[in-house]
């Protein structure tokens, strides 16, 4: 299991799910990145609904980027959310599960 950046960096937490229509990170990643440094690096536009996406760099110098893992459209756009690392990589740790998609959603993803 990953740490987390800790909360002894000195910014301000940026809020990862934008609005009711976003799942955005899981509790896992926002654990992960709770304290860093964060950059908007893009906007993901899906339907009625924007999510920002951010580069997040910790105080012990390891970066992660925010990428959409999934949406769900109807009736109401869902965004998952999930970090990579460096190397760009995915971060296991990050990554919804279809189960957990599948309660936001109340539908069935596959595995």
């Keep these: ?28 990643a ?19 609904i924007a999510h920002d996406l951010y580069r997040f760099r910790c105080h012990d110098g390891r970066e992660f980027t925010e990428f959409v893992q999934a949406e769900y459209n109807a009736p109401n756009p869902i965004i998952f959310c999930a970090l990579r690392d460096s190397a760009g990589k995915d971060v296991p740790e990050t990554l919804w599960t279809a189960k957990e998609m599948s309660d936001i959603c ?3 993803y596959a595995s």
Excluded: P, W, Y
């Excluded at 909360?7 to 809020?15: L, R």
């Design 1 to 28: 299991m990953l740490s987390s950046c800790g909360n002894n960096a000195t910014t301000t937490e940026v809020s990862m799910a934008q609005g009711d229509s976003s799942a955005g990170l899981n509790a896992a």
């Design 30 to 48: 926002r654990g992960l990145v709770k304290g860093a440094a964060f950059k908007l690096i893009a906007t993901h536009k899906e339907h009625t």
């Design 106 to 108: 109340g539908v069935r």
